[in-house]
């Protein structure tokens, strides 16, 4: 991707969109690292909005941009019935997707991309790093009410936009393939993390039992659960959408709530060199979880917020895993800054691992409090 985009381009797709209107500015939005993202304003369009996001898909990491767009326009769509009928605003809680005046949700470009439109949220921020631990509390909420509002959606009508992507006995096996090739000599530097991740496979293994035994239902998962996904109101400092729906799948709750628990709770930079500083925050943890919990309103079951622990340290590990895979590849997936840097983050993942099997009777017994109190 991040090939120029011209002013003719530009033009082109906004009339596919919005006909014979104006465009009057456009940026480039560089907060995503996978699609090209433009902020557009254009003169009124036929309901009076003038303020959009215009992505174009990166076609390398969605090879399927139709069912991509069906699994956004379906949930965007059923959260903005449920935000609706609890008397919220759907175009303010919710992403808006945009029809073609051919009336397709994405447009096919001259150039053979895949384009999309959202209505921009106005008056909103986007964290880049946790501030205080109402930051991570208001994540929480927002995520667990994500939660709540699709509870009752079909999760098993939706694409899988990226297979296995939160697989992690498949990212078990994919690891052991890169070590056994090791393509670059690198494994004998970096002897202590590969042990780690063989010496921790009854993590790969247990979630691979949730899934082939069904322990656990399948429901709608964002999949990229970071903070700088969450919205957040400019004046109160309080979430309000749920943004970067591509990797909207079936899934286990379990990996939704992990993903942030593993950066968001984290005491330091997921690529921190100094390990001494890395370990499991309980403060931020429990910010979190009581968020989440509060968020989720009791749509989950028993069984799910058990596993809420796991989920995080599953999570962890996996995501340890796969820099450490793409440090023995040649960094090819993860962008880097520096020599070892995909060292480094698997380095502090596998820490947090450490740290929460620690820890692992406090965090469920901070679960169960706030579980209770829910």
Not at 74 to 83: A, N, P, Y
Request: charged share 25%.
């Amino acid at each position: 991707m991040n090939k120029t985009i011209s002013p003719q381009l530009v033009a082109e797709v906004v009339e596919a969109f919005f006909g014979p209107v104006q465009v009057e500015s456009y940026k480039s939005n560089r907060v995503g690292h996978i699609n090209d993202t433009l902020e557009v304003r254009v003169s009124p369009t036929q309901e009076g909005y003038q303020h959009f996001i215009f992505q174009r898909i990166n076609q390398e990491v969605f090879t399927k941009p139709v069912e991509l767009m069906e699994n956004i326009v379906g949930v965007t769509r059923f959260l903005g019935e449920k935000i609706q009928e609890r008397g919220g605003n759907p175009n303010r809680e919710a992403l808006s997707v945009f029809q073609t005046q051919a009336g397709q949700f994405y447009y096919l470009d001259s150039e053979g991309a895949y384009w999309r439109v959202y209505l921009y949220i106005e008056d909103t921020i986007c964290l880049q790093q946790v501030d205080t631990s109402e930051d991570l509390y208001q994540s929480g909420l927002a995520f667990g009410q994500f939660q709540n509002l699709l509870a009752d959606y079909p999760a098993e009508t939706l694409h899988e936009t990226i297979p296995h992507f939160h697989d992690t006995w498949k990212r078990l096996e994919d690891f052991k393939r890169v070590l056994e090739a090791d393509p670059l000599g690198r494994a004998k530097t970096c002897q202590a993390e590969i042990d780690f991740v063989l010496g921790h496979t009854e993590i790969a293994r247990y979630m691979k039992e949730i899934l082939d035994q069904k322990a656990l239902p399948l429901r709608v998962t964002h999949n990229d659960t970071k903070l700088n996904n969450v919205l957040f109101d400019k004046e109160t400092r309080q979430a309000l959408c749920v943004v970067d729906l591509d990797t909207i799948m079936p899934g286990l709750s379990i990996n939704d709530y992990g993903d942030t628990i593993r950066f968001g709770a984290s005491s330091a930079l997921e690529d921190e060199q100094d390990l001494s500083l890395v370990q499991l925050s309980l403060w931020l943890f429990s910010s979190y979880t009581r968020g989440f919990l509060e968020g989720v309103s009791g749509q989950l079951t028993p069984a799910e917020i058990a596993h809420l622990p796991f989920g995080a340290k599953a999570m962890t590990y996996e995501c340890g895993m796969r820099f450490l895979a793409d440090y023995l590849e040649g960094d090819h997936y993860f962008r880097i800054a520096r020599p070892q840097h995909n060292l480094d983050r698997a380095r502090t993942q596998f820490k947090l691992v450490a740290d929460m099997e620690a820890k692992d009777a406090q965090m469920r017994e901070i679960v169960a409090q706030y579980a209770e109190q829910a």
